[in-house]
Structures are given as structure tokens and as C-alpha cells.
């Protein structure tokens, strides 16, 4: 399940739940949140080229919203403030153990096995540290044409919250002048309505 939220929306900071995206909680912080696309599949294949043309074709393919807010609950900040110590740990053995190696005069055999491990440790450091963007710990990508900004598994409050908010933004405008003139136990006029794409 997920909650379409419009990129342009996100990208004003109109019509942002004021609870967490991914727990539902009450926000201890309000922090501005880059949101971008996932990778294309096909830009994968370029990886056996190198790294660096995949990241170039990965930075002139992707789309990004920038939203001005978005709020975190104490959960997602206790999370990621343990990701970035932890793995960032982890990256800097990984650098560490060459230096060591070096240091050491480390010789065959040990000295490439240390290296690959090394190289091991921090890719999965470094895989630590990007699960531990803004917008990873809120559950959001923005679409591949850039429209929307996808939220995986909403908590019930955050989409009940966006919900609203939606069908408040299409309910057609009745003047206040209008209001007044009707007779006393008639209900004014009945919104669209509008949900969110699935």
C-alpha cells in the first residue's frame, strides 16, 4: 500500500500531514526532506562500464523534490541517529584496516585478503549510511515522471491526515454570502471528494 502525495505540493510545504509517515506519532522534528526517483532498471546495465558513468547517467535521469518540510517523530530520530553511529563506524574500520595493513607491513597472503575485506566493509557501511537518509526513514520516493511522492506503507494516520486534506483542497468554494441565504437545516453542497492513487 501506498499514499501519493503531489510533488508540488510537498514542494510548497501545502498539505503535509502534521504526523509521522512512517510510525504516526506526534513530530519532534520538522526538517527539510530531498525525495528522489529510484534508479531506472536499464541504467544498471552500466555498471560493468564503471561506477562513475552509472552515477552520471543515475544524476541526469533521476527526479527530485525538494520539500521545504517534513515531519519525524522520535522514533525515526532515534533510528537514524543509531544508523549513522553505527555504519558510519563501520565505514571508517573499513578504511582504518588498510592503513593498518600498511602500517604493519602486512605481506602475502593476509594483505589482500584484508583489503577485500576491507573494500566489503565499506560498501556495506556505506549502503548503512544512504538507509539512513530522511527519506529513507520516511518510506518515500518520488515517482519515475516526477509527479507524485510514493509513501510505502503510510501509517493509518499519516494517509487518514492526507486524506482529509485532499478532500478538503477539492470541495467547490460556496461564497459566505451564499451560506447565510440558505434556509435554516440545509446542508451546504456535498464535496467531490478525492482519493489518493493506489
Known amino acids: 500500500m501506498q499514499t501519493l502525495i503531489p510533488a508540488s505540493w510537498a514542494a510548497v510545504?501545502?498539505?503535509?500531514?502534521?504526523?509521522?509517515?512512517?510510525?504516526?506519532?506526534p513530530p519532534t522534528l520538522r526538517?527539510?526532506?530531498?525525495?528522489?526517483?529510484?534508479?531506472?532498471g536499464w541504467t544498471y546495465a552500466l555498471i560493468p562500464l564503471g561506477l562513475l558513468v552509472f552515477l552520471i547517467v543515475r544524476a541526469t535521469t533521476?527526479?527530485?523534490?525538494?520539500?521545504?518540510?517534513?515531519h519525524y517523530c522520535g522514533r525515526c530520530r532515534t533510528r537514524r541517529r543509531r544508523q549513522?553511529?553505527?555504519?558510519?563506524?563501520?565505514?571508517a574500520v573499513g578504511f582504518a584496516v588498510p592503513v593498518a595493513a600498511v602500517t604493519m607491513n602486512v605481506g602475502e597472503p593476509a594483505a589482500p585478503l584484508l583489503l577485500a575485506a576491507a573494500l566489503i566493509i565499506v560498501i556495506v557501511g556505506y549502503i548503512g549510511l544512504v538507509r539512513a537518509r530522511w527519506?529513507?526513514?520516511?518510506?518515500?520516493?518520488?515517482?519515475r515522471d516526477g509527479q507524485w511522492i510514493a509513501v510505502r506503507d503510510p501509517a493509518p494516520e499519516f494517509d487518514a491526515e492526507f486524506t482529509a486534506a485532499m478532500n478538503a483542497a477539492h470541495q467547490p468554494y460556496v461564497p459566505p454570502a451564499a451560506l447565510a441565504a440558505q434556509p435554516a437545516g440545509t446542508a451546504a453542497p456535498a464535496g467531490t471528494g478525492w482519493t489518493s492513487p493506489r
Open 13 to 25: 510545504g501545502h498539505g503535509i500531514p502534521s504526523v509521522c509517515s512512517r510510525h504516526g506519532l
Open 31 to 40: 526538517a527539510r526532506t530531498r525525495f528522489e526517483s529510484a534508479p531506472a
Open 62 to 70: 533521476r527526479q527530485v523534490v525538494d520539500a521545504p518540510v517534513w
Open 84 to 91: 549513522r553511529v553505527w555504519f558510519g563506524l563501520l565505514t
Open 135 to 143: 527519506e529513507v526513514i520516511a518510506q518515500a520516493r518520488v515517482t
